[in-house]
T-cell receptor, first 115, second 113 residues
């Protein structure tokens, strides 16, 4: 069974530029998550989808961040414009169902560096 | 609201020694508790989880954790460390159902030969 796929693995951009991350969850997983992981910290939830509906986006900075999950499968997270403080690892995860009980399977992440 | 505290950002052990990584939680409802491991440049992998069944939970790679409600703890142990155990370990808590997962700040385990 293929795991969660993310691309790109690494991205270096200059501040004020846009950037997008892509995630393909495990087949059949209805719930998809985007997390932000700063250096030396645990992941923090940015947004959670159940199928194509964003059910928890309270921690997503909506002035510059956006996300979509068309057709309830793949998802894209976008930052526009990027700031220096956005340098971090962006993790995508998926689970079969319930966010709090079902195991979340993580992708390898995208390491973003903003210069 | 839930929260997790991991005591010790770095733990060093010799190969073959006992591994003990500490995690204390706070939860207003019966918690679901998880331990994840993260190897360099990789995503997180589930080691084990507690979902209100047996209080002693066995996971992969010889790890286990014991849920102690009286101490609000969920410490991770392994009897004998291996070099391949060197990684970052995260404890996480949720309130179950649709509640989100809250991660601790992680503990980096180093294993010396």
């Amino acid at each position: 069974e293929a795991g969660v796929v993310q691309s790109p693995r690494y991205k270096i951009i200059e501040k004020k530029q846009p950037v997008a991350f892509w995630c393909n969850p495990i087949s059949g997983h209805n719930t998809l998550y985007w997390y932000l992981q700063n250096l030396g910290q645990g992941p923090e939830l940015l947004i959670r989808y159940e199928n194509e509906e964003a059910v928890d986006d309270s921690q997503l900075p909506k002035d510059r961040f956006s996300a979509e999950r068309l057709k309830g499968v793949d998802s894209t997270l976008k930052i526009q414009p990027a700031e220096l403080g956005d340098s971090a690892v962006y993790l995508c995860a998926s689970s079969l169902g319930r966010a709090g009980t079902d195991t979340q399977y993580f992708g390898p992440g995208t390491r973003l560096t903003v210069l | 609201a839930q929260s997790v505290t991991q005591l010790g950002s770095h733990v060093s052990v010799s190969e073959g020694a006992l591994v003990l990584l500490r995690c204390n939680y706070s939860s207003s409802v019966p918690p679901y508790l998880f331990w994840y491991v993260q190897y360099p440049n990789q995503g997180l992998q589930l080691l084990l989880k507690y979902t209100s069944a047996a209080t002693l939970v066995k996971g992969i790679n010889g790890f286990e954790a014991e849920f102690k409600k009286s101490e609000t703890s969920f410490h991770l142990t392994k009897p004998s460390a291996h070099m391949s155990d060197a990684a970052e370990y995260f404890c996480a808590v949720s309130g179950g159902n649709t509640d989100k997962l809250i991660f601790g700040t992680g503990t980096r385990l180093q294993v010396f030969p």
